[in-house]
């Protein structure tokens, strides 16, 4: 079967491998034909030629797996061995090996659902970081009337500002380096700075900091910080996504002083929060158009994948056509 395998920084290459076999299976595992896959930031660094060492990752760190990395995905089950899912469903979810860029994948029963196949695969693929947020979002308890502010407008800092809008945030401040004031009413956006974090926060009056701060920019250390010393006391600072660094300095003055709740984790509950992700989205369709800007054939991953690493305004989330 096909495959795509990153050969070195910035570069795929097409590969012939054997392909899984159905009869394998292990329990709880599903064999998936992708049709669809989105280009998460989170995958990225890999992309620039960062060392993987994530557990659930088939290869090694310097030698990735090909398929390799891409984690959200929409696909065909062909064989199953996971109660919920038959041949021939469609699916949405996790390539839970970070393998998704292949012709056939393996992967963990429990990070997929079902979806409306009324949208196409390459819609329904914003699902998956759909529901990533709706979980962390959980997480911050009642936002009904708080100002809030989401550091990083990309794709996954939007659908954040989206959520906390609609449950029932007061003011919703979105940051970023890149202009996305097109972006701010159909994402719920009250309030657009196009800045640095470090800039907006230096310049924040006492009376406007927000009471919870969402980092969802990730792949530096500073930013963490900011969202410190931004937050108002008593308020709470979610950091989202997964860390390229093991360590990030903290001021544990300000921290302490401010007496900040800190929180981050990764998406429990991966087929309740997908399913959803689809009541969601049926409730708020306005984002199945606008949320995919640009769609590549798998062919055509490593230009998809070289724009994912240079935002612009009007760019929100790339996908890939797999099918």
């Known amino acids: 079967m096909w495959a795509h395998r990153l050969r070195g920084p910035f570069s795929f290459e097409q590969v012939e491998i054997d392909a899984p076999r159905a009869d394998q299976l292990p329990d709880g595992q599903v064999l998936l034909a992708p049709r669809a896959g989105g280009i998460c930031g989170s ?33 065909e089950v062909v064989a199953s061995r ?23 994948v393996v992967t963990d029963g429990e990070g997929l659902a079902g979806y409306d196949t009324a949208l196409a695969p390459t819609t ?17 308890g009642d936002v009904r009337g708080r100002t809030v502010a989401v550091i990083g407008q990309g794709p996954i800092g939007l659908l954040f500002s989206h959520v906390l809008k609609a449950r029932g945030a007061g003011h919703v401040i979105g940051v970023d380096r890149v202009d996305r004031s097109a972006a701010a009413a159909t994402f719920g956006v009250d309030e657009t700075v196009t ?15 927000p009471s919870a701060v969402v980092e969802a920019v990730g792949h530096q250390v500073t930013t963490l910080e900011d969202c ?4 108002a006391p008593g308020g709470q600072v979610l950091y989202f996504g997964i860390p390229d660094d093991p360590v990030y300095p903290l001021d544990m003055l300000t921290f302490l002083r401010k007496s900040l709740v800190l929180r981050a984790g990764v998406t429990l509950e991966r087929r309740r929060v997908l399913r959803d992700a689809g009541s969601y989205l049926a409730e708020h369709p306005a984002l199945r158009d606008a949320y995919v800007t640009d769609v590549h054939p798998v062919g055509d991953v ?14 929100y989330k790339i996908a890939l056509d797999l099918g």
């Open 195 to 209: 800045a640095t974090a470090t800039m907006w926060a230096a310049t924040l009056a006492e009376a406007d900091r």
């Open 43 to 75: 995958d990225l660094p890999y992309f620039k030629g960062l060392p993987f060492a994530h557990a659930a990752s088939r290869g090694t760190p310097t030698s990735p797996a090909p398929g390799f990395p891409l984690h959200e995905v929409v696909g």
């Open 302 to 315: 490593q230009a998809a994948f070289a724009q994912a690493v240079q935002p612009r305004p009007g760019q």
């Open 82 to 104: 996971h109660p919920a899912h038959s041949a021939g469903d469609l699916v949405v979810g996790w390539a839970s090996s970070f393998d998704g860029l292949a012709e056939l």
């Open 228 to 231: 410190l010393q931004c937050a």
């Open 124 to 140: 329904a693929v914003m699902l998956q970081p759909l529901a990533c947020v709706l979980y962390a979002v959980e997480q911050l």
